[in-house]
């Protein structure tokens, strides 16, 4: 047996196309140790590198004719190009031929495996790089960027409240605490349909009424997919914060801006519904609702990001005002939950007991 360090191999941070210099993070090939080369059999036609991109660090849009396997190892990312959305440690990111894509480290920056399947990797030859990258505007800023910025730092954020601590923590397999938290789940469901009819009636610019429409006609009976696939009936939460937060979102969708609505919609309560039901369907895995109901809900953020970026520079700065007290509620909601759901235990349990579910500030 034989331990070949990262860094023992080669590393390659740039590549010159087309007379431009084209920054790459770090691209380890591993067919450029010698070990690893001899070590990899040519008839498996496989080709692998590791690939590193620090926090802001870009790999910039760009296509290429191989098939690639991008497999996210550590850390954080966003990919770019066609698809934009954030990637962390597990996820496999498919690239097609010719697709316009990119990257971009969040947070701490990710490492990944690139792999190819014709024995060649993209940037094997440096004079003839296999790859061709998207010309540079000279401001390919888009409105709605700065946005989705702040999104990315709200994610994180939500990703550690005390319900997504509760979803992972054994008391979760508690049958109290999962019914009383279906019950929570159940009331908002049954809100979030309320919420998206009213987003239809009360919109008023037909672009933004478009997108609204075929939302509404997606998510069409959730809650009662969710209602049908519990095994106990559904008792309502009686909980003043808990009303008083839904009663919050109603508001929005009844007054405030088309813009206003496509945001809280699409980027906050489906982006935290994104993550959420992600957590839950390994939780609830006999309940088919929450799997659905994830892989829904990824598209469904992006439904709203063009009409995003049709909004002035006054508006998105109001825009990032509500996003933040967006979250801000929903992520209140959630603690709410988590409250309600643990609420005897909580009455019952010593302070080491309660550290599955920490207080989220």
Known sequence: M???SRNDIETLNSVMVNGTSHDLGVVKILSQHPALAEFIPSQSELAISWVRLEKDQELSVH??????????????GMTLGATERGIEAGDMVLVRPHSLHGFKGTLEGFWALSIQFN??????DTTRPNVVFKPQEKDTAKPAD??????????ERFKISRLLSLVNSPLIDQPDVREKLLDCLQTWS??????LHIRVAMTRDPAHKKIAIEHLVEELGHNNNLRNQRDTHHSPVSDAAFHSIMEW??????YKSDMVKTLLMHVVLEGSGEI????????FASMPHFQEHGEDDGSHVSMGVELLNQASPTEIEELRETLSEGWNMIILLCDRFADIACSDHLMRATPTALQPVPVYS
Request: net charge negative; proline share 2%; aromatic share 10%.
């Open 119 to 124: 024995g060649k990797a993209l940037y094997e």
């Open 276 to 283: 959420f039901h992600s957590e839950a369907a390994r939780v």
């Open 146 to 155: 700065a946005l989705m910025r702040d999104n990315e730092v709200y994610l």
């Open 190 to 195: 049954d809100m979030f349909q309320d919420l």
């Open 2 to 4: 034989e331990v070949i």
């Open 249 to 254: 979102f109603r508001h929005q969708m009844l």
């Open 63 to 76: 296509q290429h004719p191989e098939a690639s396997l991008i497999l996210i190892c550590d850390g954080t």
